[in-house]
C-alpha cells in the first residue's frame, strides 16, 4: 500500500490532501507540531506524528523530520505551508536519499517565494505586474515617493523568513496600505520602527494598488514545466477585505490568465503544483499579476471538488510516473471556508462598511447557508471539531500577542 507523509495537519490544504489520498486508499501519515488538529482527526488519517515546530526551531525541525524519513518507510513527503517547505527544500538532497518530496529545487522554489524575483521574472516574458520597486532604506524611499500613483501597498519580500531560527510571518494589512506620499513615508517608518532589528534590509516592495477581483490560476507541472493540470478560481470573499486568503469562491475559466501563468511558470523552470494570483479589471479586461504560491493553496478543496484532484494527479505524477489528461472541471462551483475564515470577512466587512454596506455583507453572508465548505463534511465530520479547537488557539495567541488578528507573528 502506498504511504505518504503529510506535514501541517492543522491547515486545510493538508487536510484535502489527507482526505485526496486516503479515499484512494493510500495509507496517509499525518504530521503536525500540535498534537489535536483537524487533520490528525480525519477518519482518512491512518496515523499521526508530532514534530518539533518549524517556527520556534527551523534546523530542530528540519532534523527531527529527516530522522523520520530516514528510519520510516515513505513514498512521498508533501510539505503544506511555508513553514516546513522552504525548511524541507533547502535540504532536499539529504530528504531525496529516503523518500520522494513534493516541491522544486530550493533555486527555483524561491523564484516563486521571493516576490522580487516573481516580478523580475514576470517582467522577462511578459506577464503583466503592477509598478514595483524595492526599499533600500528610508532615504531611498524619499527619492521614489513621487514615481507611483496612489494608493501603493508596502509588501514584504516574502510572507515568512527565519531569525535565529524562530519563524516570523508577515502579511499585506491595512497598515501597509499608502494613499499619498506623506502616508507612505510615515507608514514605511513606522513598519521599519516595529520591525527594527527583526528584519533584513532590503525586505519591503512598494507596488501600486491594483483595482480589481482576485482570481487564482492553479497549475500541476511536471519535471519538464509541461503542464499536466490547471484549475481557476474567482475569489468572492478574502480576509482581510483589504486582500487574503479566500473565504468564499467560484470555479471559472479566463484563457488569458491560463497562458501567463504557463508562460511565466515555464520561465521559472517550475515542478509539482503552484497557484498564481492575479488581479482583474473585469470592465477593461486588464490583469495584473499579484504573486505565486509555491505549494498547496487553502482553496484546494474547491479544486478537488470541482473535479481536479491534484493531490493525486500529484502523487502518480511523481511516485509512479504516470500521467492522464485531466478533461476539464465544473464551472461555477461555490465552496466556503466558513470556520473561522468566512466569519471573520463578515466581522471584517461589518467594522469596514457604514450604513447600507453593513445590510449588503450580511446579506451575501447568509445567502448562501449550505454551500460545500473546506473543513465542515457530513463524510468525515470530526476534523471539524479539530477546527474549533485551531480557532480557539489562534485567537489566545491574539489575546497574548503573538499574533495579530490577521495571522502575522512577530515573536522570532
Not at 155 to 161: E, I
Request: glycine content about 6%; proline content about 5%.
Amino acid at each position: 500500500m502506498p504511504r505518504v507523509i503529510v506535514t501541517d495537519a492543522s491547515e486545510r490544504a493538508a487536510l484535502a490532501v489527507i482526505r485526496s489520498l486516503g479515499k484512494r486508499g493510500m495509507e496517509v501519515v499525518a504530521a503536525d507540531s500540535t498534537s489535536f488538529n483537524a487533520g490528525f482527526l480525519s477518519k482518512y488519517c491512518s496515523c499521526r506524528m508530532i514534530y518539533p515546530s518549524p517556527q520556534e526551531n527551523k534546523k530542530k525541525f528540519s532534523d527531527s523530520m529527516l530522522h523520520l524519513v530516514k528510519n520510516e518507510d515513505f513514498d512521498l513527503l508533501i510539505p503544506i505551508t511555508d513553514f516546513t517547505m522552504i525548511p524541507i527544500l533547502e535540504r532536499r538532497e539529504d530528504f531525496e536519499d529516503y523518500v520522494k518530496v513534493a516541491g522544486p529545487s530550493y533555486q527555483v522554489a524561491m523564484k516563486a517565494y521571493d516576490k522580487l524575483q516573481t516580478v523580475s521574472i514576470a517582467k522577462r516574458c511578459g506577464v503583466p505586474y503592477p509598478k514595483t520597486l524595492l526599499i533600500n532604506d528610508e532615504k531611498t524611499l524619499k527619492e521614489m515617493v513621487d514615481e507611483f500613483n496612489y494608493p501603493v501597498v508596502i509588501k514584504p519580500r516574502m510572507k515568512v523568513f527565519w531569525k535565529n531560527g524562530k519563524a516570523i510571518m508577515m502579511k499585506v494589512t491595512p497598515t501597509n496600505y499608502a494613499y499619498n506620499k506623506e502616508d507612505l513615508l510615515s507608514k514605511y517608518k513606522n513598519l521599519m520602527s516595529k520591525l527594527k532589528g527583526i528584519v533584513p534590509s532590503e525586505f519591503f516592495l512598494v507596488q501600486e494598488y491594483v483595482q480589481g477581483v482576485g482570481y487564482g490560476v492553479e497549475v500541476l507541472m511536471d519535471d519538464s514545466s509541461n503542464l499536466v493540470a490547471l484549475f481557476m478560481h474567482k475569489r468572492l470573499h478574502e480576509y482581510p477585505v483589504t486582500g487574503g486568503a479566500s473565504t468564499l469562491r467560484v470555479s471559472v475559466w479566463n484563457r488569458r490568465l491560463a497562458e501567463y501563468s504557463i508562460k511565466l511558470l515555464r520561465e521559472m523552470n517550475w515542478q509539482g503544483v503552484a497557484m498564481v494570483e492575479f488581479k482583474l479589471d473585469e470592465k477593461n479586461g486588464g490583469a495584473s499579476l499579484m504573486e505565486v504560491n509555491g505549494r498547496f493553496w487553502g482553496s484546494l478543496p474547491l479544486a478537488i471538488n470541482a473535479g481536479v484532484d491534484f493531490p493525486y494527479l500529484l502523487y502518480k505524477m511523481i511516485v509512479e510516473k504516470d500521467m492522464f489528461a485531466v478533461k476539464g472541471y465544473k464551472l461555477g462551483f461555490t465552496e466556503r471556508w466558513l470556520i473561522p475564515g468566512d466569519l471573520l470577512w463578515l466581522f471584517d466587512s461589518l467594522f469596514r462598511s457604514h450604513g447600507n454596506s453593513k445590510f449588503v455583507a450580511l446579506k451575501q453572508f447568509l445567502s448562501a447557508p449550505l454551500l460545500p465548505d473546506d473543513v465542515i463534511s457530513v463524510d468525515d465530520f470530526m476534523p471539524t471539531m479539530g477546527a474549533f479547537v485551531d480557532v480557539l488557539r489562534y485567537f489566545i495567541e491574539v489575546s497574548q500577542r503573538e499574533r495579530t488578528i490577521y495571522g502575522e507573528t512577530l515573536t522570532g
